[in-house]
């Protein structure tokens, strides 16, 4: 018997309802594939705990009647179970999602969980790489492809990661037809929000050297970055890469294709680029979230200063 069949005998009264909210949180949502998979596993675990928390098999009422002494249960369990601060407050967060889901459709509505607070996380700045590190990634990925075309391909997308501070699904998602006939390229991010990016001269520049010298023919509904099946080219293939290089090079472990968009943000920081316009050019719902490379930039000054200042290093 599978585990999704066994769940769901725990829990058969609510079975239709955890289905029917994936079934929003994959149609609707349009959620990740690792979103949607660690929402399933939190809730379902969620459902399992309440099992055997309550002594009985689940149905709506129950989770009507919950109160937070329940919740701060589930999360001392989760925490018992080894979890991390970050693991717990993602699995408060699906939680929280499925209750959502379940008031937004009158199906019950139960306050408790609001009163619920998340876990204290520490603050975590990105980790951009300096203009050094982030110019010698983009020439020596070329050393790790196995053919001239798949060398060209990892130049223009970690070009493009760097050049426009794209997220790497961002850049894996776009299609052949949403390169640009002017300079400006339509992004859709996260929440199928959308965004217009400038793309830079170099960036075009090695989009077009990649599109020559593909051996596939790319139609222009379909995607513009491929393997070496003619598929949509897939995520893990760069951060192959990536780790390939950062051997090589002897780069830290945050060297990363994310880094590259972590860079793109602090090198426009400090070159004197206001918050606001790098908010809207990576894509953040909120201010809060871009203000963190205000400490980043900080810390790269400090590093610059550290580095280079006569009087330092007397």
Same mark, same amino acid.
């Given at each position: 018997?599978?585990?999704?069949?066994?769940?769901?005998?725990?829990?058969?009264?609510?079975?239709?309802?955890?289905?029917?909210?994936?079934?929003?949180?994959?149609?609707?949502?349009?959620?990740?594939?690792?979103?949607?998979?660690?929402?399933?596993?939190?809730?379902?675990?969620?459902?399992?705990?309440?099992?055997?928390?309550?002594?009985?098999?689940?149905?709506?009422?129950?989770?009507?009647?919950?109160?937070?002494?329940?919740?701060?249960?589930?999360?001392?369990?989760?925490?018992?179970?080894?979890?991390?601060?970050?693991?717990?407050?993602?699995?408060?967060?699906?939680?929280?999602?499925?209750?959502?889901?379940?008031?937004?459709?009158?199906?019950?509505?139960?306050?408790?969980?609001?009163?619920?607070?998340?876990?204290? +996380?520490?603050?975590?700045?990105?980790?951009?790489?300096?203009?050094?590190?982030?110019?010698?990634?983009?020439?020596?990925?070329?050393?790790?492809?196995?053919?001239?075309?798949?060398?060209?391909?990892?130049?223009?997308?970690?070009?493009?990661?760097?050049?426009?501070?794209?997220?790497?699904?961002?850049?894996?998602?776009?299609?052949?037809?949403?390169?640009?006939?002017?300079?400006?390229?339509?992004?859709?991010?996260?929440?199928?929000?959308?965004?217009?990016?400038?793309? +830079?001269?170099?960036?075009?520049?090695?989009?077009?050297?990649?599109?020559?010298?593909?051996?596939?023919? +790319?139609?222009?509904?379909?995607?513009?970055?491929?393997?070496?099946?003619?598929?949509?080219?897939?995520?893990?293939?760069?951060?192959?890469?990536?780790?390939?290089?950062?051997?090589?090079?002897?780069?830290?472990?945050?060297?990363?294709?994310?880094?590259?968009?972590?860079?793109?943000?602090?090198?426009?920081?400090?070159?004197?680029?206001?918050?606001?316009?790098?908010?809207?050019?990576?894509?953040?719902?909120?201010?809060?979230?871009?203000?963190?490379?205000?400490?980043?930039?900080?810390?790269?000054?400090?590093?610059?200063?550290?580095?280079?200042?006569?009087?330092?290093?007397?």
């Amino acid at each position: 018997m599978s585990e999704k069949n066994l769940t769901h005998m725990v829990y058969p009264a609510l079975a239709s309802l955890l289905g029917n909210w994936l079934d929003y949180l994959r149609v609707e949502k349009r959620v990740s594939g690792h979103t949607y998979t660690a929402y399933q596993r939190d809730v379902s675990g969620f459902l399992v705990f309440l099992a055997g928390h309550l002594g009985k098999s689940p149905d709506k009422t129950d989770l009507q009647n919950l109160q937070p002494t329940d919740f701060r249960a589930f999360l001392a369990h989760r925490r018992g179970c080894g979890l991390t601060p970050a693991s717990v407050a993602r699995t408060l967060s699906a939680v929280r999602a499925f209750f959502k889901f379940l008031r937004r459709n009158d199906i019950l509505n139960n306050e408790a969980i609001n009163a619920i607070s998340s876990p204290k +996380l520490p603050r975590r700045l990105p980790r951009p790489l300096d203009e050094k590190m982030a110019r010698a990634s983009l020439v020596n990925i070329a050393d790790f492809a196995r053919e001239p075309w798949i060398r060209d391909r990892d130049i223009a997308v970690l070009t493009l990661l760097y050049g426009c501070g794209l997220r790497i699904s961002e850049a894996l998602n776009l299609n052949r037809s949403d390169l640009p006939d002017d300079n400006m390229l339509r992004v859709i991010g996260k929440r199928n929000k959308e965004r217009l990016v400038p793309m +830079l001269p170099v960036v075009r520049s090695a989009i077009e050297h990649y599109l020559a010298s593909c051996p596939h023919a +790319l139609p222009m509904e379909g995607p513009l970055f491929i393997g070496v099946q003619g598929k949509r080219l897939n995520a893990r293939m760069i951060q192959l890469a990536m780790e390939r290089l950062r051997e090589v090079l002897g780069l830290p472990p945050s060297a990363t294709p994310h880094a590259l968009r972590h860079s793109f943000a602090t090198h426009l920081l400090t070159a004197g680029g206001d918050l606001r316009t790098i908010q809207e050019l990576l894509g953040h719902a909120s201010l809060a979230t871009t203000q963190h490379y205000t400490d980043v930039d900080t810390a790269y000054l400090m590093d610059v200063y550290n580095n280079a200042h006569p009087g330092v290093k007397s």
